[in-house]
């Protein structure tokens, strides 16, 4: 080994080792940034060892066009992004990283194919076989998943008949795929074959799963994102992607299954679950009558209580409305009122998406309890505050199981004496069913975007 080569080496491990102490610094808010830019570093020295290592040099003009793209297209989304189209910018990205996994695959898979008398290993055709079944499966569930996010396509389980069948004979087919790339290895037409039977697989996967089950798929899609680079690593004998891709598949694997466990479910149910249950999840054709609050209303109760659990959900991040929510809790707070933020796993659209709003907002950290914390606690709080969220407060989750929420752990904030939901009007959830709770006695809408109606209350507050 040359001492080049012992430097590039060594320069690729101190970047496998950036990303690993990045990633174990994201999983604490008061590090994450740090943790952030060190990954971050990290990629950077992975980039410039690549031109180092890049033979011939004529390959440097393609590497520096593929960067500045790549920089541009993420420069741009950074910045234009909104915060609530975050989970749709993860699926994309998810998506991208796997539709590279396939074409570092295809790229060698046909240099090599240049030259049809060379030897093969089965662990080339294995990983091969995998980068563009996994890759194309990431990219097109990806932007399916997109799709249902954005609303381009229905967020309920998308069902026709036979496809259970159907999707079992495309994976069989696949299978043939791997042992016909034994007899063929170098057979670009049979990979490419792969690479499309794949990419509609993927689309089969991802359609029937809806409603509340997004959050586990999107977060499965992220392992296989990091599973198909890794696969590519073996494919092009990079350590480096090798490292990198295991990191993400393992980080997106231990995510999905804290999802599975926040939404009660097995990924097994949630991968096949909707296959044969009915298309489309029953609507509620009985809209029960919604007690409106004014702003005034719920400043009263609020001035009354003395304890208050605020629930945020995704209509707080489409209002950005965190600011307002501690501006209200610290009002009460003044006034001895006992605070506390319930913070539902899966709340909003993407993981962790109410803690990054309220850690935006400067809100202590120790005030945001989670699901098994403050749920005993709704029993003895005066008021609960409902601020754009509905899913994860459905009381049907627990009793009706024809809702496609049943079995769903939600915030029991139908327990507390008081209810004041916030929200603009009638719709519904990310499921797209109509929620009880809105229409218990107990409970009053005051309706209208929810920084607006915190603004008001907390005006109405100061004149009590
Ligand atoms: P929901 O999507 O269930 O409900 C949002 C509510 O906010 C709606 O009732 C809407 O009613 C209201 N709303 C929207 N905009 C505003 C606004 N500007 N001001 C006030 N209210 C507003 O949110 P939840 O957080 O309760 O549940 C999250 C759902 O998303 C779950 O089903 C979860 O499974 C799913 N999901 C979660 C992901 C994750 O990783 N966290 C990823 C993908 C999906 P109205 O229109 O009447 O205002």
């Given at each position: 080994?040359s001492a080049?080569q012992f430097?590039?080496?060594?320069?690729l491990?101190?970047?496998?080792v950036?990303?690993i102490?990045?990633?174990?610094?994201l999983?604490?808010p008061?590090?994450?940034r740090m943790?952030?830019?060190?990954?971050?570093?990290?990629m950077l020295v992975?980039?410039?060892?690549?031109?180092v290592?890049?033979?011939?040099?004529?390959?440097?003009?393609?590497l520096l066009?593929a960067i500045?793209?790549?920089s541009?297209?993420?420069?741009?989304?950074?910045r234009?992004?909104?915060?609530t189209?975050?989970p749709?910018?993860v699926a994309?990205?998810?998506?991208?990283?796997g539709a590279?996994?396939?074409l570092?695959a295809?790229c060698?898979m046909m240099?090599?194919?240049q030259?049809p008398?060379l030897?093969?290993?089965?662990?080339?055709?294995?990983?091969?076989w995998f980068?563009?079944?996994?890759?194309a499966v990431?990219f097109t569930g990806?932007?399916c998943?997109?799709?249902?996010?954005?609303?381009?396509i229905s967020s309920?389980?998308?069902?026709?008949?036979?496809q259970r069948?159907?999707s079992g004979?495309?994976?069989?087919s696949?299978?043939?795929?791997l042992?016909?790339?034994?007899?063929?290895?170098?057979?670009?037409?049979?990979?490419?074959?792969i690479?499309i039977?794949s990419a509609?697989f993927?689309?089969?996967?991802?359609l029937?799963?809806?409603?509340?089950d997004?959050p586990?798929?999107i977060?499965l899609?992220?392992?296989?994102?990091g599973?198909?680079?890794?696969?590519?690593g073996?494919?092009?004998d990079?350590k480096?992607?090798?490292i990198a891709?295991?990191?993400?598949?393992a980080s997106?694997i231990?995510?999905t299954?804290?999802?599975?466990?926040?939404?009660?479910?097995?990924?097994?149910?949630?991968?096949?679950?909707?296959?044969g249950?009915s298309?489309?999840?029953?609507?509620?054709?009985?809209?029960k009558?919604?007690?409106e609050f004014?702003?005034m209303?719920?400043?009263m109760?609020?001035?009354?209580?003395s304890?208050?659990?605020?629930v945020?959900?995704?209509?707080?991040?489409v209002?950005q409305?965190?600011?307002?929510i501690?501006?209200?809790?610290n009002a009460?707070?003044e006034?001895?009122?006992?605070i506390r933020?319930?913070?539902?796993?899966?709340a909003g659209?993407m993981?962790?998406?109410m803690?990054v709003?309220l850690a935006?907002?400067d809100?202590?950290?120790e005030?945001?309890?989670?699901l098994?914390e403050?749920n005993g606690e709704?029993e003895?709080t005066?008021?609960?505050?409902?601020?754009?969220?509905?899913?994860?407060v459905n009381p049907s989750?627990r009793?009706?199981?024809?809702?496609?929420?049943y079995?769903?752990?939600i915030?029991?904030?139908?327990?507390?004496?008081?209810v004041i939901?916030?929200?603009?009007g009638?719709?519904t959830?990310f499921?797209?069913v109509?929620?009880?709770?809105?229409?218990l006695?107990?409970?009053?809408?005051?309706f209208?975007?929810a920084k607006?109606s915190?603004?008001?209350i907390?005006n109405?507050?100061?004149?009590?």
């Amino acid at each position: 080994m040359s001492a080049l080569q012992f430097i590039v080496e060594m320069m690729l491990l101190l970047a496998s080792v950036g990303f690993i102490i990045g990633l174990r610094m994201l999983g604490s808010p008061t590090s994450a940034r740090m943790g952030n830019a060190i990954g971050a570093l990290g990629m950077l020295v992975a980039v410039i060892m690549s031109f180092v290592l890049a033979r011939p040099s004529s390959e440097y003009a393609g590497l520096l066009v593929a960067i500045l793209l790549g920089s541009l297209v993420g420069i741009y989304a950074a910045r234009k992004v909104e915060m609530t189209a975050m989970p749709q910018l993860v699926a994309a990205f998810n998506g991208v990283g796997g539709a590279a996994s396939v074409l570092v695959a295809v790229c060698e898979m046909m240099r090599l194919a240049q030259s049809p008398s060379l030897e093969v290993s089965p662990i080339f055709i294995c990983t091969a076989w995998f980068s563009a079944v996994v890759g194309a499966v990431t990219f097109t569930g990806s932007m399916c998943a997109y799709g249902k996010l954005e609303g381009w396509i229905s967020s309920r389980a998308v069902l026709f008949c036979g496809q259970r069948i159907v999707s079992g004979l495309i994976f069989l087919s696949l299978l043939a795929g791997l042992l016909l790339m034994f007899q063929e290895p170098l057979n670009t037409n049979l990979f490419w074959t792969i690479t499309i039977v794949s990419a509609i697989f993927g689309v089969l996967l991802v359609l029937p799963i809806g409603g509340a089950d997004m959050p586990v798929v999107i977060s499965l899609l992220n392992s296989y994102s990091g599973l198909a680079a890794m696969a590519a690593g073996f494919v092009v004998d990079s350590k480096l992607l090798i490292i990198a891709g295991a990191l993400v598949g393992a980080s997106g694997i231990i995510l999905t299954r804290l999802m599975c466990t926040a939404m009660n479910r097995s990924l097994m149910n949630v991968v096949f679950g909707a296959f044969g249950s009915s298309v489309i999840a029953q609507q509620n054709a009985d809209e029960k009558p919604l007690r409106e609050f004014t702003s005034m209303d719920a400043a009263m109760l609020l001035h009354d209580a003395s304890r208050v659990i605020f629930v945020p959900g995704y209509g707080l991040a489409v209002s950005q409305a965190q600011h307002n929510i501690r501006d209200l809790a610290n009002a009460l707070k003044e006034s001895g009122v006992d605070i506390r933020y319930a913070v539902h796993p899966v709340a909003g659209r993407m993981p962790g998406h109410m803690n990054v709003l309220l850690a935006e907002a400067d809100i202590p950290y120790e005030e945001l309890k989670d699901l098994e914390e403050v749920n005993g606690e709704f029993e003895n709080t005066d008021v609960a505050v409902i601020i754009g969220a509905n899913d994860v407060v459905n009381p049907s989750a627990r009793s009706d199981k024809s809702s496609p929420l049943y079995g769903m752990p939600i915030l029991n904030a139908d327990k507390a004496r008081s209810v004041i939901v916030l929200k603009r009007g009638r719709g519904t959830g990310f499921a797209g069913v109509e929620n009880p709770l809105f229409s218990l006695e107990r409970s009053g809408v005051v309706f209208g975007d929810a920084k607006k109606s915190l603004s008001a209350i907390l005006n109405d507050l100061k004149h009590l």
